[in-house]
């Protein structure tokens, strides 16, 4: 019902910067929530930058907060995730996810499991 396709990944060296977007198709009215997640090889997913939909309120993990911010245009169709001072560890697969449901604890971090929709992924990799 929701459809996501990210853009904006590539190389980049320590210290650079890079925007993905994620261009949200569908019944994108039906979303609560969005979130950003990365994945580096042998390691589990991990929640990376949320937020809601309806208040715009928003969450980043420890990580990243301070470096990277998550947004979404008015009309719901894109969220940006604008990453600053890259270090070699944000090198990972960054993915895009919807949440239809509510969620109790927001501003928080959500797991991967809480989300419907998923975007196929898009490469990220920072050079020392």
């Known amino acids: 019902q929701v459809q996501l396709a990210e853009s904006g990944g590539g190389s980049v060296q320590a210290g650079g910067s890079l925007r993905l977007s994620c261009a949200a198709s569908?019944?994108?009215?039906?979303?609560?929530?969005m979130g950003w997640f990365r994945q580096a090889p042998g390691q589990e997913r991990e929640g990376v930058a949320f937020?809601?939909?309806?208040?715009?309120?928003?969450y980043h993990v420890a990580s990243v907060r301070g470096r990277f911010t998550i947004s979404q245009d008015n009309a719901k169709k894109w969220v940006y995730l604008q990453m600053t001072s890259l270090k070699p560890e944000d090198t990972a697969m960054y993915y895009c996810?919807?949440?239809?449901?509510?969620?109790?604890?927001?501003?928080?971090?959500?797991?991967?499991?809480?989300?419907?929709?998923w975007g196929q992924g898009i490469q990220v990799t920072v050079s020392s």
């Open positions: 937020i809601s939909t309806r208040g715009r309120s928003t």
């Open positions: 996810a919807a949440r239809v449901g509510a969620w109790r604890n927001f501003p928080a971090s959500l797991p991967a499991a809480a989300f419907e929709y």
């Open positions: 569908g019944d994108t009215d039906s979303t609560n929530y």
